[in-house]
């Protein structure tokens, strides 16, 4: 397909999830420059965690050299709480940031016929380098990450069986690697059973990386087991003419303003079977282009009609205890307001800071570990003083987590904080924040300790003012 009428200014956000891994992020880069060459557009790779630059940088990036649209491609096989409520929220925050720049957001690769091409394709590569066996005597298990959200898990099962339609092979199964059932080891063993002579275990992953390593080493666990049954890997989709063909197709329809997601089966619209609690976070939300109805999100003070004040947080002095350490529970008396905090940012009052703060680079921890040990430290005595929520260490340097009690609550702090010009990331009901050896107690620790508490106290009244709806 030949892509005609762009615009000069016009650049490709790449959205990926991210890994440790460094031959997955090598993948990852190579083939942002493989798009980029079949579309002859800027494409700024960027991720969501793990890897750097995080995606508000790859953001900033494209606005700085000059884009004056930005299309968001999220790198996802699936539509799960990534795709739906994370990169809608730092989109949102980016509109804001930037009015001047339009921001289109696409849909993931999901179910297409280049990606069924791309997992044929590879089978057909694995089998060209072993023995002939029928392919009416061989299982495909295709292997899906696994995923809370089951609209993501679905689209495996819809995938797989694509794969099987019009070709010959005996079984088409689905197993996962974690978070949901069935599992690889389950699957083999069925399939095994109904008599297959060879089984392929194919991994439905974009890249190889950590995940397709605990695979294969599970699988060679498993042919000890099933001695009469030939058990072969096959490859992720890997950086070839069907995925960059893949995510062409998904920018095209993005440029003719047709990119939207199918929302019939999303968790958070409708009330499926064993995930009644969860239709409770936004359903409002528009997945593509951001927020709508955000009021319905906010505590019954932004309900009422009443103007939002604009006026800025006056500056807590920091208070000390008798030991010399800063007393974070007492920088805000309570008493003597409803709020001791300004307006919520995300419902129109002024954010905590006038610039993002941003997380540092991995280098950075590890140049000056016992610095950045000190303010690990800190912040996790802060952040349990003031909002009594526990902390834990990040895989990746750069981010101290916060436990929320929920997913719900991790959600709608995510897109309070984010709003108050501090970065912040989640994965399932953790919130990342950042941390630098760097970071000083009357400023950044400060800045992250505040927003922290300013958006859980709001929080903590948009909770009570549910219970009261409620009756």
Known sequence: MQLTNHQPTE??????HGSQDALAVADYQHFAQQLAQRLARPVQSCFLEFAAPPIVDGLRACV???AQRVIALPLFLGAATHQKNDVPTILNWAKAQWPATEFRYGVPLGVQPHIVNALAYNIDQLLATVPPVSLAETAIIV?????????????VSKIARLLYEGRPYGWVE?????LTTPRIELMVERCAKLGARRIIVLPYLLFSGRIATRIAERLHRMQAACP???LLLGSPLGVSEHLVEAAAYRYEQVVAGVATMNCDVCKYRHRLRGFEQEVNLPQESDHNHGLRGVAALLPPRYQNGNGVSAAPMVAAPLRYDA????????????E??????C????????????ALLEPVLPSATTADPANYQRVLAELTRAIQMTTGLQTQLSAAPGWIGVRCYTDEMAIWLLRAIVVENVSVRREENILFLPAGPHFQLEQEIKNVVTALAKTHHYWQEHLRGQRQTRG
């Not at 696994?146 to 898990?153: C, E, H, M, T, V």
């Not at 003597?336 to 905090?341: I, K, N, Q, Y």
Request: overall charge negative.
């Open 11 to 16: 650049h490709v956000l790449l959205i990926g």
């Open 64 to 66: 700085e050299a000059g």
């Open 143 to 155: 292997v899906g990450r696994g995923s809370r959200d089951p609209d993501s898990n679905s689209e």
């Open 174 to 178: 689905v197993a996962f690697y974690d």
């Open 228 to 230: 009469a049954t030939e």
């Open 323 to 334: 030991e010399g350490r800063v007393a974070w529970d007492q920088l805000w008396d309570t």
């Open 336 to 341: 003597e307001t409803d709020s001791p905090f």
């Open 343 to 354: 307006e919520l940012a995300l419902a129109g009052g002024p954010p905590h800071r006038g």
